[in-house]
């Protein structure tokens, strides 16, 4: 057997070692290809052997690269990829991406390539699943930020830090990242605070504590767009003002995207995996592997893949508003 591998969108750390799982319980071949749809199109691809697979499993430095296209391939592109992927005994497409990218390979089955997904990003915003991978790692690094904020608010006290995060239109990892780090509030857009409200919370917590952690979703302001950074400068413009200290900003961006890979990262890009080759094994074709609200792995059609919002009847959500997160 040969399996094509493909990533598309944000890059993550992480997924090494779903690709090294591939190749472990299938002892097939695998090919490569580099920068996303447009790399799979141009057919850029390389073979890489289980040797090094192994050596950088649980390493940051990716083993592919990814890529974005705004456009729509057109029907003879995608015959193109097809008859591709044919000339290089490909046997099955594997892509791992957010839900544009999973799409893509539903419309890419119709051309008689077997094809499977599985979420990775670090927004964890793909539809039915609780877990995406890159999104562990991505909270660790934010839980290690505010870790560090807290500590310089010891040394300095009475300072309130404002944090914004990537995530997209979607707060999952504000929202998360706020619980296991214990911030104090999470600015999502899926729950918008009256800014009055906000800044009698901020200054009761400042009487308690000797700092104050806000994390800011990047899409929590009306005026975001995808590439869009800065929703902390609105939210700062309006707040400060309102409590009368000032609100000391951090932007971590483009670094939430890597870093070593956490314990519970390997573990669900592993069960991801090996429902991909049960999946398989099994003559299953063109399905999309999610993990369900009880951390197992399912597969599900390709058609279904879309964005999702953070789920406000969810746990997470309601454990935020005991927390007084939210």
């Not at 090494?16 to 090919?31: D, G, R, S, Y």
């Amino acid at each position: 057997m040969k399996l094509g591998m493909i990533i598309s969108g944000g890059d993550v750390t992480g997924i090494n070692n779903f690709i090294f799982q591939l190749a472990k319980l299938t002892q097939a071949e695998m090919v490569l290809f580099d920068g996303g749809i447009s790399g799979l199109l141009a057919n850029r691809h390389h073979s890489i052997s289980f040797r090094d697979l192994a050596d950088f499993s649980i390493s940051p430095m990716p083993v592919i690269s990814s890529g974005r296209t705004e456009r729509k391939l057109q029907a003879a592109e995608y015959e193109t990829i097809a008859k591709q992927l044919k000339t290089l005994h490909v046997d099955v497409l594997i892509m791992a991406g957010g839900d544009g990218s999973l799409q893509f390979l539903n419309t890419l089955s119709e051309f008689g390539v077997n094809c499977f997904g599985v979420g990775m990003t670090i927004d964890n915003d793909v539809y039915g699943s609780c877990y995406t991978i890159g999104f562990s790692t991505a909270c660790e690094q934010i839980v290690k930020e505010v870790s560090r904020l807290r500590n310089t608010g010891r040394a300095l006290p009475g300072r309130v830090f404002m944090v914004e995060l990537l995530g997209g239109y979607c707060g999952e990892l504000t929202l998360q990242s706020a619980i296991k780090s214990n911030a104090d509030f999470a600015l999502i857009p899926e729950c918008q605070q009256p800014l009055q409200a906000l800044a009698d919370k901020v200054k009761r917590r400042l009487e308690q504590q000797n700092s104050v952690v806000i994390l800011c979703s990047e899409g929590y302001t009306k005026e975001y767009s995808p590439g869009f950074q800065g929703a902390i400068d609105t939210m700062i413009a309006r707040l400060e003002p309102k409590i009368g200290v000032r609100i000391r900003k951090t932007i971590v961006g483009y670094g939430l995207r890597n870093g070593d890979p956490t314990g519970e990262e390997i573990y669900q890009g592993t069960i991801m995996a090996s429902e991909v080759v049960r999946c398989i094994n099994s003559g299953m074709k063109n399905k999309a592997v999610i993990i369900n609200a009880s951390n197992q792995p399912i597969p599900i059609d390709l058609i279904s893949m879309q964005k999702r919002l953070v789920n406000t009847e969810g746990h997470h959500y309601k454990l935020a508003r005991q927390l007084n997160i939210i």
